[in-house]
């Protein structure tokens, strides 16, 4: 059984740009969550996306958006990136929506530095 | 505003002695609190949970104690041991379908 895993692990992006950043989630499990951590901060929802469908958001602008994909995999896109989108960004698989909060599994998660 | 506190940023405790890891929220629509644990470079890890309709639960070093009264919950690590040294984040979550609210995290260290 593979666990949770994102991609890239580190990036850096200028002011403006767009970035994705990709999440793979534990085999079987059908939701995905993502969260955005800055530094000195704890994981902050963004959105869930469950059998494809978003299933919930958080308290983020329009310029993050994301996708779910057949296998069950994730994308987070960030349009005209911001100094302070600088952060950790966590992905969280779960099975049947995370109603059962502890078979939520997070990533490692991607580091992203914008300048 | 911040719904779920974890006021101490920082905890040092001696190896084999009791580290006390406290959270506070303000929502009293919480009905399911969590304690997750995380290592440099990795994600948070689940610890312990606690429902609403307890005031206490156990896994073997762990406790969780809840005071619904106080909207308060603190984790229990007995014995502490230097493994354990990690950033403990306490989350707080309403029953079904919902996302978990964290607090800003407490660094524990355990020195032996």
């Known amino acids: 059984e593979t666990g949770v895993t994102q991609s890239p692990t580190h990036l850096i992006k200028t002011r403006g740009q767009q970035v994705t950043l990709r999440c793979s989630s534990q085999?079987?499990?059908?939701?995905v969550s993502w969260y955005q951590q800055a530094l000195g901060q704890g994981p902050q929802f963004i959105f869930q996306?469950?059998?494809?469908?978003?299933?919930g958001r958080g308290n983020f602008p329009p310029r993050f958006s994301g996708l779910q994909f057949p296998n069950y995999s994730s994308e987070l896109n960030v349009n005209a990136l911001e100094l302070d989108d600088s952060a950790l960004y966590l992905c969280?698989?779960?099975?049947?929506?995370?109603?059962?909060?502890?078979?939520?599994?997070f990533g490692p998660g991607t580091r992203l530095l914008v300048l | 505003d911040q719904q779920v506190k974890q006021n101490s940023p920082s905890l040092s405790v001696q190896e084999g002695r009791i580290s006390i890891l406290n959270c506070d929220y303000t929502?009293?629509?919480?009905?399911?609190f969590l304690w997750y644990k995380k290592y440099p470079a990795e994600g948070p890890t689940f610890l312990i949970s606690?429902?609403?309709?307890?005031d206490k639960n156990e896994d073997g070093r762990f406790t969780v104690f809840l005071n619904k009264s106080a909207k308060h919950l603190s984790l229990h690590i007995v014995p502490s041991q230097p493994g354990d040294s990690a950033v403990y984040f306490c989350?707080?979550?309403?029953?079904?379908?919902?996302?978990?609210?964290f607090g800003k995290g407490t660094r524990l260290s355990v020195i032996a």
């Open positions: 969280a698989s779960s099975l049947e929506g995370g109603a059962h909060q502890e078979t939520q599994y």
């Open positions: 085999s079987g499990h059908n939701t």
């Open positions: 996306y469950y059998r494809e469908e978003e299933n």
């Open positions: 929502n009293s629509m919480f009905d399911y």
């Open positions: 606690i429902s609403s309709i307890k």
């Open positions: 989350a707080a979550s309403f029953s079904g379908n919902t996302p978990l609210v």
